[in-house]
T-cell receptor, first 115, second 112 residues
Framework: GAVVSQHPSWVICKSGTSVKIECRSLDFQATTMFWYRQFPKQSLMLMATSNEGSKATYEQGVEKDKFLINHASLTLSTLTVTSAHPEDSSFYIC???????????FGPGTRLLVL | SQQGEEDPQALSIQEGENATMNCSYKTSINNLQWYRQNSGRGLVHLILIRSNEREKHSGRLRVTLDTSKKSSSLLITASRAADTASYFCATVLTGGGNKLTFGTGTQLKVEL
């Protein structure tokens, strides 16, 4: 069964609004989770590493004030897309490490459409 | 820049045939992993091969790794329609902690 869940699975919003995406580790206390973005027919690009109890580590070129990450508990990380614009429309996927920290378990993804 | 390039970008075969996908990367790695993604879904881990390994098998999957050429291949034998998906290689770079850097992916279509 699934070990990582995401909510919502899809969201449509107006330009300028903020959208929060939740990522839950269902069976494991994850001190580290990852957020990726995937454009249609493209690969996954790592956005940030979410660290429980501390600040997220963002990849180069990812605006931390635009994509707010909160990892307040060992089972929940949230990504908030602030003041979303049409170019933020994408498929957002989270993951957690497997425990041995070599492989990752991925959530089912959240499709965001900003009108 | 993206770490891995995969080829072919798309592959269409008949059920029962073998499918081979290739992945190239640019820098030193700890391990290389292959993932599968069904359309519009999350990724599923398939197999991991470490930098000191040359070949690994798991069921109908065979993965090779050539660190001198910085390349890997994924072979799916006796393909099935249910194997239709996108396949991505991902590398854990030396000194990169547990971050994955994904390749461009291969879209595989297996037709009946």
């Amino acid at each position: 069964g699934a070990v990582v869940s995401q909510h919502p699975s899809w969201v449509i919003c107006k330009s300028g609004t903020s959208v929060k995406i939740e990522c839950r580790s269902l069976d494991f206390q994850a001190t580290t989770m990852f957020w990726y973005r995937q454009f249609p027919k493209q690969s996954l690009m790592l956005m940030a590493t979410s660290n429980e109890g501390s600040k997220a580590t963002y990849e180069q070129g990812v605006e931390k004030d635009k994509f707010l990450i909160n990892h307040a508990s060992l089972t929940l990380s949230t990504l908030t897309v602030t003041s979303a614009h049409p170019e933020d429309s994408s498929f957002y996927i989270c993951s957690r490490t497997s425990g041995r920290e070599e492989t990752q378990y991925f959530g089912p993804g959240t499709r965001l459409l900003v009108l | 820049s993206q770490q891995g390039e995969e080829d072919p970008q798309a592959l269409s075969i008949q059920e029962g045939e073998n499918a081979t996908m290739n992945c190239s990367y640019k820098t030193s790695i700890n391990n290389l992993q292959w993932y599968r993604q069904n359309s519009g879904r999350g990724l599923v881990h398939l197999i991991l091969i470490r930098s000191n390994e040359r070949e690994k098998h798991s069921g109908r999957l065979r993965v090779t790794l050539d660190t001198s050429k910085k390349s890997s291949s994924l072979l799916i034998t006796a393909s099935r329609a249910a194997d239709t998906a996108s396949y991505f290689c991902a590398t854990v770079l030396t000194g990169g902690g547990n971050k994955l850097t994904f390749g461009t992916g291969t879209q595989l279509k297996v037709e009946l």
